[in-house]
């Protein structure tokens, strides 16, 4: 259980540095959409959500496949908010 804890710990940690990131382009950087930075924030809230809840239902018997497709897939989707944060200027 410890390591779902510490997994979970570092999604929180990760989503908030992109949230943050985001809010303070939106804020303080001239020339930034606000609109699409309000939509890219609820997009990592909705990730963060949606990446805890599947820490929390692991697939019973498939635990290594099952993590190893959740970092893939998380990876993948913090680099896609990344491209976005890029696009936002």
Not at 1 to 20: D, G, P, T
Not at 21 to 49: H, R
Not at 55 to 68: D, L, M, Q, R, V
Request: charged share 30%; aromatic share 8%; net charge positive.
């Amino acid at each position: 259980m410890a390591k779902r804890r510490e997994l979970k710990k570092k999604v929180n940690y990760i989503a908030s540095e992109l949230f943050i990131e985001c809010l303070i382009n939106k804020l303080y950087v001239p020339g930034t959409n606000k609109e699409q930075a309000d939509l890219l924030m609820g997009e990592i809230l909705t990730m963060q959500n949606d990446f805890l809840s599947r820490i929390s239902h692991t697939e019973p018997g498939n635990a290594k496949g099952f993590y190893k497709q959740f970092r893939a897939d998380f990876d993948a989707k913090v680099q896609e908010i990344i491209e976005a944060l890029d696009k936002l200027q």
